[in-house]
């Protein structure tokens, strides 16, 4: 049972445009909800984070969105740069403070 | 941020062998690691957690006797494929808890294992 779930699958953005992913869960237990940038053959890097009680984070290019009603949060990343392909993961952590990924998302930035 | 470093970063071994991968926290002290696995273009499968001096906690799935976990000092957790056969074959990341800092997890950046 996947307990967050994120789309798209892959996405293309043309430079300069906003890249815009999505994921959602079920569990009202979840208290804090990172994203993660991956690059092929490396580990994920922490990009951005929220926790429920906020509604929007922004970090320079990147802005989490969180709605806690509909229990969906997304990612926008702004003036999209070629450098920013790589494979995003939204995640939930629960108890015992482990992670619960979403499917990830492929991005894929077009000059 | 802290900062995990895996080793090897890629090994490649004969079928029925052991193989060790170590994990490590460079700046930070870690009770709780976490072993991931993670199959070409899918994401991230908890395998197991490990605890500082106790035992691992295994996710509903993985053998425990083929997948050893040691966590003996707090910088520090290894696993250990033993008997690797090519199903096992994938890319293995882990991660580090810091209490310090909300209880994030630092990644490693994997080691690509290959059996032949």
């Known amino acids: 049972q996947q307990q967050v779930k994120q789309s798209p699958q892959s996405l293309i953005v043309q430079k300069g445009g906003i890249s815009i992913i999505n994921c959602a869960y079920e569990?009202?237990?979840?208290?804090?909800f990172p994203w993660y940038q991956q690059f092929p053959g490396k580990g994920p890097a922490l990009l951005i984070a929220i926790r429920p009680d906020v509604s929007e984070k922004k970090e320079g290019r990147f802005t989490i969105s969180f709605n806690k009603s509909a229990k969906q949060f997304s990612l926008h990343i702004m003036d999209s740069q070629p450098g920013d392909s790589a494979t995003y993961f939204c995640?939930?952590?629960?108890?015992?403070?482990?992670?619960?990924f979403g499917t990830g998302t492929r991005l894929t930035v077009i000059p | 941020g802290a900062v995990v470093s895996q080793h090897p970063s890629r090994v490649i071994c004969k079928s029925g062998t052991s193989v060790k991968i170590e994990c490590r926290s460079l700046?930070?002290?870690?009770?709780?690691m976490f072993w991931y696995r993670q199959f070409p273009k899918q994401s991230l499968m908890l395998m197991a957690t490990s605890n500082e001096g106790s035992k691992a906690t295994y996710e509903q799935g993985v053998e425990k006797d083929k997948f050893l976990i040691n966590h003996a000092s707090l910088t520090l957790s290894t696993l250990t494929v033993t008997s690797a056969h090519p199903e096992d074959s994938s890319f293995y990341i882990c991660?580090?808890?810091?209490?310090?800092?909300?209880?994030?997890?630092?990644f490693g950046p994997g080691t690509r294992l290959t059996v032949l």
């Open positions: 700046d930070f002290q870690a009770t709780t």
């Open positions: 569990n009202t237990a979840f208290d804090y």
């Open positions: 995640a939930a952590r629960g108890g015992a403070n482990n992670l619960f």
């Open positions: 991660s580090a808890r810091d209490s310090a800092s909300n209880n994030e997890q630092f």
